[in-house]
């Protein structure tokens, strides 16, 4: 655990309890059996990621993210996410705003200058990313792009 918002804690998820985030990744990526999953997600661990998870009181997985890590020639270090996906019953969408208020202070914590996030057309990501200093584009395999500077400045990717 390290970071926490009044009813929900961020944790970071080990290997033995990737499972427990199976149902919800497979509502962003339903071709992957739980044991791609698993496999998948150990890589990811292996090359300096790691999987990241909004928890309940109950124990129960509100909210899951895959990050990573990479160099990139002209953008520098950056988080990359591969997997955002969360529960949630409001539409103010409290659940992902904490996931992602939880990469951005990841990101420097990795020694990252910025965040980019993939995710489905027509996926939402919270206002406060919404700004100015983000930038979204198509791409061919029917996902988008979004990317940010951790502070403050524009990377596109």
Same mark, same amino acid.
């Given at each position: 655990?390290?970071?926490?918002? %009044?009813? #929900?804690?961020?944790?970071?998820?080990?290997?033995?309890?990737?499972?427990?985030?199976?149902?919800?990744?497979?509502?962003?990526?339903?071709?992957?059996?739980?044991?791609?999953?698993?496999?998948?997600?150990?890589?990811?661990?292996?090359?300096?990621? +790691?999987?990241?998870?909004?928890?309940?009181?109950?124990?129960? #997985?509100?909210?899951? *993210?895959?990050?990573?890590?990479?160099?990139?020639?002209?953008?520098?270090?950056?988080?990359?996410?591969?997997?955002?996906?969360?529960?949630?019953?409001?539409?103010?969408? %409290?659940?992902?705003?904490?996931?992602?208020?939880?990469?951005?202070?990841?990101?420097?914590?990795?020694?990252?200058?910025?965040?980019?996030?993939?995710?489905?057309?027509? +996926?939402?990501? %919270?206002?406060?990313?919404? &700004?100015?200093?983000?930038? *979204?584009?198509?791409?061919?395999?029917?996902?988008?792009?979004? &990317?940010?500077?951790?502070?403050?400045?524009?990377?596109?990717?």
């Amino acid at each position: 655990m390290w970071f926490e918002m %009044p009813g #929900l804690t961020i944790i970071d998820l080990e290997p033995d309890e990737l499972a427990r985030a199976w149902p919800l990744v497979r509502i962003v990526s339903p071709w992957l059996n739980p044991e791609a999953w698993q496999g998948s997600a150990e890589e990811l661990m292996a090359h300096g990621g +790691g999987v990241i998870s909004v928890v309940a009181p109950d124990g129960c #997985l509100h909210g899951v *993210a895959t990050y990573e890590p990479i160099d990139k020639s002209r953008a520098g270090r950056v988080l990359y996410v591969e997997t955002l996906v969360t529960f949630e019953l409001s539409r103010r969408a %409290p659940v992902r705003q904490f996931l992602c208020d939880s990469l951005e202070r990841l990101a420097p914590a990795l020694g990252c200058d910025a965040i980019a996030v993939s995710m489905p057309v027509g +996926g939402s990501v %919270p206002k406060s990313w919404r &700004s100015a200093d983000w930038l *979204a584009g198509a791409r061919s395999d029917s996902r988008q792009a979004a &990317s940010r500077r951790c502070a403050p400045r524009l990377l596109f990717s």
